[in-house]
């Protein structure tokens, strides 16, 4: 079964199906008022037109009607249904004066419904099905297979009143029902659009408050903080009075803390804005070395009095790339910090940056305990770490590196990895050396409270 | 003596920033909200102000504005000083302090930093 009849299967389509069956339905008894009527007037071919047409249609629908309320071979059902009306149709053309019928403009009705209830597959489909079944019928009429009807009305014949009421019947029957229908059906899907929006705009805003809390909070996080390293800042300068060098290093070891403490409020904001679609990117000329410079000596604070070894390896005579410098800058950090934390003392971490091909690779590489082959997937979704860092008890909400993961898509990159469990761990980021990334990017990440719960969520209670 | 006007909400920020410019010599007045940031620049006539972006009733920007606005004013070096969580916001508000303030200080605070950047509004620097 072609894809667009298989999609009409689909639930938001249901009502449409329904109403077909309906509208069907309605147009079948109405023939049958007619096959009436044409008897009462003494109309043969028309009688036995209307007759047909209700018989079969009778039949055809009601398998469409059990197949939609049985949930059973719903196209199917409707796929016969569909066909037998152009089938029907041509056949009582035939009757009632083949290309001279009256009934001829119900084509277009067919087609009209067809285009309002279905898709556009459907719809030329069928076209070409009434094309070919109306064509049928003329070739068998002009080659003698089928003999001719008699037209009742035809020009030099004054039409029976009988005719004429029954024909403006047939055409109020084909003409109205399907427009009924189809408005109806037309109303209900707005409905539903409208029911749509609204929970689509709740959504988004408390997507939106959601952020805006996170964003506040945040604020209202790194305020301490600035104060705890500000003190430790003007005690060890002497501000209160003489410092000894053991406290000069208690206040260098309480500035380290509240700097750890930083950067991890700082990581929340940052995955807050990514999963809220804020990040954008500025691409311009990147030099590396001052980079990978910039960014080792920025987080040597990290290794603290770990006796780790930070080194860092950067090719000879790179040539600048064009990418976005402060998130480049901000993947290497998380990458080496990363490192850093799973690094036992007297490990090295090494930061590497070469060109290979179109790419520039950005490695760190470290002597740590690695990362188990079933946990590289997971280590980039958000508040994630692998198996053996939630036994070990390693600290962190494992936010560095679901960030690596969105800085990296945003910036047209690659990150690979190669580990070896105890023996340690290489991150490879993949930068194009010309712009390939977005502007901005609309990273959604599928929000880890339920919807019930989003919905309900409001930050001033 | 220099006079130095400390507008800060949070107390503690309030305090290093007193006790440190005390230590090197300037004489510290301190307001805590935006309003009576203004009521102390007209009472004290300070050197120089230090004015906190993030304050309660009246923005730091709304601060600095008004101030600069006043004939008194016109001459006072104003630094402002706004957390900042990376570079792409810093260089943003760069942009839009520059226009207003004579200068800006990122939260944390780089202590020699800020010492320079006092003596330099001040004339002081060699």
Known sequence: ?461 | MKKILVVEDDPVNSMILADFLAANGYETVAASSGPEGIERFEQDAPDLMLVDVQLPRQNGFEVVREIKSRPAGKTTPILLMSAVYNDRDQSSRTVQLGTLADGYLSKPFDLVNLLSQVRQLLGETK
């Open chain 1, 1 to 461: 079964m072609p894809g667009f009849v298989a999609e009409m299967a689909a639930p938001a389509n249901r009502p449409k199906l329904w109403f077909g069956v309906w509208s069907g339905f309605a147009i079948t008894v109405g023939f049958a008022a007619l096959a009436v009527a044409a008897a009462l007037f003494d109309l043969t071919p028309w009688r036995w037109a209307f007759l047909w047409l209700v018989s079969v249609k009778l039949l055809t629908n009601s398998l469409a009607w059990l197949g939609l309320a049985r949930d059973r071979w719903v196209m199917e059902t409707q796929s016969i249904n569909t066909i037998a009306d152009v089938g029907l149709l041509t056949a009582a053309i035939y009757f009632t004066g083949g290309p001279y019928s009256p009934l001829l403009s119900t084509y277009v009705i067919i087609i009209a419904v067809l285009s309002l209830l279905t898709n556009l597959g459907v719809t030329i489909l069928m076209a070409g099905f009434i094309v070919l079944s109306f064509s049928t019928m003329l070739i068998l009429m002009t080659t003698g297979v089928l003999p001719p009807t008699p037209i009742p009305g035809s020009p030099g014949q004054i039409p029976s009143i009988g005719y004429v009421l029954t024909a403006i019947a047939f055409c109020a029957l084909v003409v109205g029902v399907p427009a009924f229908f189809s408005a109806a059906t037309l109303r209900l899907l707005r409905t539903k659009e409208s029911e749509i929006e609204k929970r689509t705009a709740l959504l988004i805003s408390a997507a939106t408050q959601r952020s805006q809390f996170v964003a506040s909070m945040t604020h209202e996080l790194r305020t301490p903080i600035h104060g705890v390293q500000g003190l430790a800042d003007v005690i060890a300068a002497g501000v209160y009075g003489p410092v000894t060098d053991k406290q000069k290093d208690a206040c260098a070891a309480i500035k380290r803390s509240a700097q750890s403490l930083l950067a991890l409020v700082d990581d929340v904001l940052q995955l807050t804005r990514a999963e809220a679609g804020k990040i954008d990117a500025r691409p311009g000329p990147v030099k590396i070395a001052e980079l990978v410079e910039r960014v080792s000596e920025s987080v040597s604070y990290m290794v603290g009095t770990k006796k780790l070894t930070l080194e860092t390896k950067v090719e000879k005579d790179l040539l600048p790339i064009t990418s976005d410098e402060r998130w480049l800058a901000h993947i290497l950090v998380n990458l080496i910090a990363n490192a850093v934390k799973f690094t036992p003392e007297g490990g090295r971490v090494t930061v590497s940056a070469s060109v290979s091909g179109n790419d520039l690779v950005l490695c760190v590489e470290d002597t740590g305990i690695g990362i188990a082959e079933e946990d590289r997937e997971r280590i980039f979704e958000p508040f994630r770490q692998g198996e053996k860092g939630d036994e070990r008890g390693y600290g962190g909400v494992g936010l560095g590196l679901a960030l690596v993961a969105k800085l990296v898509e945003l910036l047209g990159a690659r990150v690979e990895l190669e580990s070896e469990v105890g023996k340690g761990s290489t991150f490879r980021v993949l930068v194009p050396t010309s712009w390939k990334g977005r502007r901005t990017a609309t990273l959604v990440v599928p929000p880890r409270v339920p919807t019930a719960e989003l919905t309900r969520f409001d930050p001033n209670s």
